[in-house]
C-alpha cells in the first residue's frame, strides 16, 4: 500500500532562517506531488506541484520554493523565512495521469511558526 | 475555472442528531467531489469521493454525500452524530481530464457536536 510521510512535524523558526520540509511517498511510482499551506481557521492553499522530477509549477507568488530532486520526493524551502509564512503545511500525492481518479491524499502535516 | 463553497463555517448539533454540511461547486466540466474530514493537528482523510458513477455516494464512518448536478450541490450528511465525528471537513472540486489534477478546497466546516 502507499504512504507518505513528512517531516518535521512541527517547528520554530526565526525571521529570516531557512526553511526545508521534506516529504517522500512510499508504494507508487511517478505521482503528482503537491504543497499545500493551512492558514489558522482558514482553508488549503496549493503552493506547488509537480508531475515529475525538476518539474515544479508555482500557484502563488510567495516567498517559498519547492523541488523534487527524486521521483518520490518532494521538499518545501525558504531561503528567509517571513512570519507570514507560519502555517500548517501539507504534503499530498495522487496517481498521475487525467482520468485517474484524482484522489489526493495527504501526509500527516508540518506545523511552522516563525518568531 | 473551478471553485467551491461551503455553507456555515460552523456547525453544531447534538449527539444522535442528523449532521448536514453544505457543499456547493462551480465547474466547467463534469467534476470530480470529494469530502474529507480533518481532526486536530492532523492530516486530511478522504470520506468519500464522486467520481461520475452513482449520485448517491457512500463513504466511511456512516457519512454519505449526493451529487445535485441542477443544484450543482454535494452535501455531505450522517443520519447520526457521533462525539467522534467532531472535526473539520472540507469539500473539494477537481477537473478529471487534467494530468495536474489539482483540486480546489473550500474554507471548510468545523462540526461541533455536543453530548
Known amino acids: 500500500s502507499q504512504t507518505i510521510h513528512q517531516w518535521p512535524a512541527t517547528l520554530v523558526q526565526p525571521v529570516g532562517s531557512p526553511l526545508s520540509l521534506e516529504c517522500t511517498v512510499e508504494?507508487?511510482?511517478?505521482?503528482?506531488l503537491y504543497w499545500y499551506r493551512q492558514a489558522a481557521g482558514r482553508g488549503l492553499q496549493l503552493l506547488f506541484y509537480s508531475v515529475g522530477i525538476g518539474q515544479i509549477s508555482s500557484e502563488v507568488p510567495q516567498n517559498l520554493s519547492a523541488s523534487r530532486p527524486q521521483d518520490r520526493q518532494f521538499i518545501l524551502s525558504s531561503k528567509k523565512l517571513l512570519l507570514s509564512d507560519s502555517g500548517f503545511y501539507l504534503c499530498a500525492w495522487r496517481v498521475s495521469g487525467a482520468h485517474s481518479g484524482n484522489t489526493i491524499y495527504f501526509g500527516e502535516g508540518s506545523w511552522l511558526t516563525v518568531v | 475555472a473551478q471553485s467551491v463553497t461551503q455553507l456555515g463555517s460552523h456547525v453544531s448539533v447534538s449527539e444522535g442528531a442528523l449532521v448536514l454540511l453544505r457543499c456547493n461547486y462551480s465547474?466547467?466540466?463534469?467534476?470530480?467531489l470529494f469530502w474529507y474530514v480533518q481532526y486536530p493537528n492532523q492530516g486530511l482523510q478522504l470520506l468519500l469521493k464522486y467520481t461520475s458513477a452513482a449520485t448517491l455516494v457512500k463513504g466511511i464512518n456512516g457519512f454519505e454525500a449526493e451529487f445535485k448536478k441542477s443544484e450543482t450541490s454535494f452535501h455531505l450528511t450522517k443520519p447520526s452524530a457521533h462525539m467522534s465525528d467532531a472535526a473539520e471537513y472540507f469539500c473539494?472540486?477537481?477537473?478529471?481530464?487534467?494530468?495536474?489534477?489539482?483540486?480546489?478546497f473550500g474554507d471548510g466546516t468545523t462540526l461541533t457536536v455536543k453530548p
Open positions: 473539494a472540486v477537481s477537473d478529471p481530464g487534467t494530468n495536474a489534477g489539482k483540486s480546489t
Open positions: 465547474s466547467s466540466v463534469p467534476p470530480y
Open positions: 508504494g507508487t511510482s511517478n505521482p503528482n
